[in-house]
């Protein structure tokens, strides 16, 4: 019955913990298509679209931090960007896909590299 019980309690916490991982997957490749198509600043709906990245509890530190830095940008991000965006590259708590966006993002002027498309390619 315990074994049982464990099962059922595995398979409950799986489906509670997917839509989350989920969440965070998807913000990720969200933000690296905004970064992919940014030019100079983000457009209306992307800025739509960060916004409500910041303001989900799906969210992680880092995934708020990066799309904060990217509602900000005018033409590259500001230096107290630049120092969170720092902080989330040296957070061993954050996800490889943060580590990497979060350098993308600190390396752009007016847009994204042609090498660094294809590094948001790869998120």
Known sequence: MNAKLGSILLLIASF???PIALADANAIKEMAQIVKTLDH?????????????VASDASTPGERAIAGALLQMKHQISAADREKLQKV?????????????ADIV???????????KERLDQL
């Open 41 to 53: 600043q983000p457009t209306a709906s992307d800025q739509d679209a960060l916004r409500k990245i």
């Open 16 to 18: 509670v913990s997917a």
């Open 89 to 101: 590259k040296d957070d061993t708590a954050a996800t490889s896909a943060e580590h990497e966006l």
């Open 106 to 116: 600190m390396s752009i002027n007016h847009h994204a590299s042609p090498q660094d």
